[in-house]
């Protein structure tokens, strides 16, 4: 069974500060996405990784794939308010399906 | 445009009520899926339409009823639901099988 563990599963940070939300699995993938979630709101697609040791850049998020695409990173620069939500890794695995992490929750304190 | 649509925002039903839940894409995209998803986990899919035909549904109970009238629009329709059904319930589309677009959901409470 393929799996994708996120850590950790709850980060409360004050505004300003740096964070890194980690994605693993045991198994190789061919792409990796990260989500964000807003309460009562549907996930947004932020970035697919696709190259092993790939590293992307979106404003103040960076998002990395491992060398081994088993595993991805998003890293958080002077966290905002506006960054609050349930974060998401997500991997399709063939067959029309997609697998989930369990997902961050993160909270950014004004 | 990357945008899904899915109407009504909130719907609450009683145990023996017949609903319907509609989504809506214009992104020419081949896959449409429904998801679950309940408070604090991530979200768990029910079924997936590729080109307007049913491709997978996740054992799921027939009381949830999927439809897909043209490659555009999806319907879930619900009957006889249960107190545990209540979840989020949310639609999302695809072009490349890995990259979904999802649209903000239905908040379903069942009485």
């Known amino acids: 069974t393929q799996l994708l563990e996120q850590s950790p599963q709850f980060l409360s940070i004050q505004e300003g500060e740096n964070l890194t939300v980690y994605c693993n699995s045991s198994s190789v993938f061919s792409s990796l996405q990260w989500y964000r979630q807003e309460p009562g709101e549907g996930p947004v697609l932020l970035v697919t990784?696709?190259?092993?040791?790939e590293v992307k850049k979106l404003k103040r998020l960076t998002f990395q794939f491992g060398d081994a695409r088993k595993d991805s990173s998003l890293h958080i620069t002077a966290a905002q308010p506006g960054d609050t939500g349930l974060y998401l890794c997500?991997?399709?695995?063939?067959?029309?399906?997609?697998?989930f992490g369990a997902g961050t929750r993160l909270f950014v304190k004004a | 445009d990357t945008e899904v649509t899915q109407t009504p925002k909130h719907l609450v039903m009683g145990m023996t009520n017949k609903k319907s839940l509609k989504c809506e894409q214009h992104m020419g995209h081949r896959a449409m899926y429904w998801y679950k998803q309940k408070a604090k986990k991530p979200p768990e899919l029910m079924f997936v339409y590729s080109y307007e035909k049913l491709s997978i549904n996740e054992s799921v109970p027939s009381r949830f009823s999927p439809e897909c009238p043209n490659s555009s629009l999806l319907n879930l329709h619900l009957h006889a639901l249960q107190p545990e059904d209540s979840a989020l319930y949310l639609c999302?589309?695809?072009?490349?099988?890995?990259?979904?677009?999802f649209g903000p959901g239905t908040r379903l409470t069942v009485t």
């Open positions: 999302a589309s695809s072009q490349e099988l890995d990259e979904q677009y």
């Open positions: 990784v696709v190259t092993g040791g």
């Open positions: 997500a991997a399709y695995t063939g067959g029309f399906k997609t697998i």
